[in-house]
C-alpha cells in the first residue's frame, strides 16, 4: 500500500490450494494446476506480498494418456513444497492415481519425472515431513470421498527417507466424524516445533469452512485440535487450506485461500503469532484480516505474476498453461510477429471446454480489460482463432474463414448445461484478416466483448454481457486458441500479437 501495510489478497488470481516455503531469504509457493500442462507453478517472493512466476516444476501430467484431452478438476490437487537434503520437494495426491513426488536442486531445476509414491483410488492433498532430530520421515495425506468411499480423515505412513514410498500400510491418524461439527477435513500440512508434530489443515468447505490445528507428540497421535481461522464477521468466507512459513527474522506467517466465485481461490497473507497456551492464533485473534502491517523484511519491489505477453520470438511466457498435456506441432515455427497457434483439426469445434488446445491463463480478480491482436493466416474453410473465457460456461471472439477464402468476426458462446456453443451475435465481414480483440471484465465477472474494426479503428461491442463462470475447483481461464474442421486442408494458423490485460 505504499505506507508499510499490505491488502489482501496478496494473488488475485486462482492461485489454489497454497503451501509456502523459505530457504535463505526467499520464499516459494506452489498451488494445485488439476489438468493443465505445465503443472505446478512456482512463484518467488522476497517479501510474502509481492510475488513472480518463475516457472512451472511438472512439464506434463502422468500417467500421460489421461491427460491428453481436458481433465480440469482432475490431475493437481493440493501440492505441498519442502526443502530437505540440499533439494526442492514438491508432493500431491491425483485422486485418480494415487501420491506423486517431484524434486530439483534448485527451484529453476531441473525437476525429476513424477514418481508414484503410493498408489490408490482417492488419496489426495499429500505432505512429506523429514524429523531433522529423529532422522524419520514420514508422510500424510486426506482422502476424497468421491473415490475412496470416505473422507473427513487424515492418514499417516512412515516414508523412506528418500521420500520413494510409504513402509507401511498407514492408518488413520485423525478421524474428523469424531469431533462435533467437523466435516471435510482436507489438505494437511505437516510440521515438527517444540517436541510436538503439528498438522494445519481445513475444514467445513471452500467457500464457508475454517483452519483447523493440530498437535500431538508422536506423529501417529492421538492429536488434540483447535479452529484457528474462522470468517468470524470478516468478508472473507471459508478462509483456509494454505501453509506456514517463519522469516528469516523469527515472524510467523501463514498464506491461505479465499474462493472468489469465477476468480477462483485467491490467496491472503495471515499474521500468525503463538499463544500462551502454546497454540498458534492467525490473522486478528483468528478472524482474517485485510490490511496489515507488512512482515518485517527488506523492501521489494511492487510486483504480480506476469500477465501480459508481447511473445518475443513467437513465444509464450509461463503464465500460460495449455488444458491437457500438449501435442506436437500446437504451435508454429517461432518468428517475430506474434505467437503462432496451429489450427488443430478436431470434430469437436463447437465446445472449446473439451479440445485441449487452448492456451490459458488465470482470469484477474477485480476487473481488467484483456486485449490481443489476431490475424488469420493460411487458413482452410472452417478454420479459426479466437480469445476466449473458458469455464463451465464459456464465449469467444475472433476470426472465422469461410469457403469463399473471406474472414467474418465471430462471437459465440456455450451455457453451463449445453453440449455446443451458438452465436451470441451475427458473424460479421471483415476487410482483410485482422483484428483486435477486447474484453472487459468488471469486478463481479461479468464479461464484455468488443473488437477494433480494423478499416475505421472504431471498436464495436459485441453481443450481450456475459457472466464468467468457474469450473468445478477452477476458476474461469482467458484463453487463446485456433482450430479446424476434421478434413480441412491446409488449416492455417491465428497469429496472436501484444497481448495486454491493464486492471
Given amino acids: 500500500m505504499g505506507d508499510g501495510t499490505y491488502r489482501n489478497p496478496v494473488l488475485a488470481a486462482d492461485w489454489s490450494d497454497p503451501d509456502v516455503l523459505r530457504v535463505g531469504e526467499d520464499y516459494y509457493l506452489t498451488a494445485s494446476s488439476f489438468g493443465r500442462a505445465p503443472g505446478l507453478p512456482l512463484l518467488h517472493s522476497r517479501d510474502l506480498v509481492n510475488w513472480t512466476l518463475v516457472g512451472h516444476a511438472l512439464e506434463r501430467l502422468e500417467p500421460a494418456a489421461a491427460f491428453a484431452e481436458p481433465r480440469h478438476d482432475r490431475g493437481v490437487w493440493a501440492p505441498s513444497l519442502r526443502h530437505h537434503d540440499g533439494r526442492f520437494w514438491i508432493f500431491w495426491g491425483d485422486p485418480d492415481h494415487g501420491i506423486f513426488q517431484v ?16 498408489s490408490g483410488l482417492g488419496l489426495i492433498d499429500a505432505c512429506p515431513l523429514w524429523d531433522e532430530e529423529t532422522g524419520e520421515a514420514y508422510l500424510v495425506h486426506a ?61 467445513g468447505g471452500v467457500a464457508t469452512g475454517w483452519q483447523g490445528a493440530f498437535r500431538s507428540r508422536s506423529f501417529f497421535g492421538p492429536y488434540e485440535e483447535r479452529t484457528v481461522l474462522a470468517q468470524g464477521d470478516t468478508d472473507v468466507n471459508g478462509p483456509h487450506q494454505g501453509g506456514w512459513v517463519r522469516t528469516q527474522r523469527g515472524e510467523d506467517w501463514f498464506l491461505h485461500f479465499q474462493q472468489a466465485g469465477a476468480y477462483g481461490r485467491i490467496v491472503h497473507l495471515q499474521p500468525m503469532r503463538w499463544g ?29 505474476p506476469a500477465a501480459d505477453d508481447a511473445f518475443p520470438g513467437g513465444r509464450f511466457g ?77 464465449a469467444w471472439t475472433g476470426l472465422e474463414r469461410q469457403p469463399d477464402g473471406t474472414v467474418l468476426l465471430t462471437h459465440r458462446f456455450a451455457p453451463a448445461t449445453a453440449e455446443r456453443e451458438r452465436d451470441a451475435a451475427h458473424a460479421r465481414p471483415l476487410a482483410g484478416d485482422r483484428v483486435r480483440l477486447r474484453i472487459e471484465v468488471t469486478g463481479d465477472a461479468r464479461c464484455r466483448f468488443s473488437y477494433t474494426d480494423p478499416s475505421t479503428g472504431e471498436r464495436v461491442a459485441l453481443g450481450q454481457e456475459f457472466a464468467a463462470t468457474p469450473w468445478r475447483w477452477v476458476g474461469a481461464l482467458i484463453g487463446l486458441f485456433a482450430g479446424a474442421p476434421e478434413g480441412a486442408g491446409h488449416a492455417g494458423t491465428g497469429v496472436f500479437s501484444d497481448f495486454r490485460v491493464t486492471s
Fill in 276 to 304: 500462551r497456551d502454546g497454540w498458534p492464533v492467525l490473522g486478528d485473534r483468528g478472524a482474517p484480516v485485510r490490511v496489515h502491517r507488512k512482515p518485517d523484511l527488506p523492501e521489494a519491489p511492487r510486483s504480480r
Fill in 103 to 118: 524434486n530439483a536442486p534448485a527451484v529453476e531445476g531441473p525437476w525429476t519425472a513424477p514418481h508414484l509414491v503410493k
Fill in 318 to 394: 509461463p503464465q500460460w498453461q495449455w488444458t491437457a498435456n500438449p501435442g506436437e506441432g500446437w504451435t508454429g515455427p517461432h518468428e517475430g510477429d506474434g505467437l503462432r497457434l496451429r489450427c488443430v483439426r478436431t470434430g469437436r469445434l463447437d465446445d472449446l471446454r473439451t479440445v485441449p488446445h487452448v492456451l490459458t491463463q488465470r482470469l484477474p480478480a477485480g476487473g481488467c480489460a484483456v486485449e490481443v491482436g489476431l490475424r488469420l493466416d493460411g487458413a482452410a474453410a472452417g478454420a479459426r482463432a479466437g480469445l476466449v473465457v473458458l469455464g463451465d460456461a464459456y
Fill in 143 to 203: 482422502l476424497a470421498r468421491s473415490r475412496a468411499g470416505v473422507n473427513n480423515r487424515l492418514v499417516g505412513h512412515r516414508m523412506s527417507p528418500d521420500g520413494s514410498k510409504v513402509l507401511d500400510e498407514g492408518r488413520v491418524i485423525v478421524d474428523a466424524d469424531l469431533i462435533p461439527g467437523w466435516f471435510t477435513l482436507e489438505g494437511p500440512k505437516l510440521y515438527r516445533q517444540d517436541g510436538w508434530f503439528w498438522i494445519l489443515a481445513p475444514a
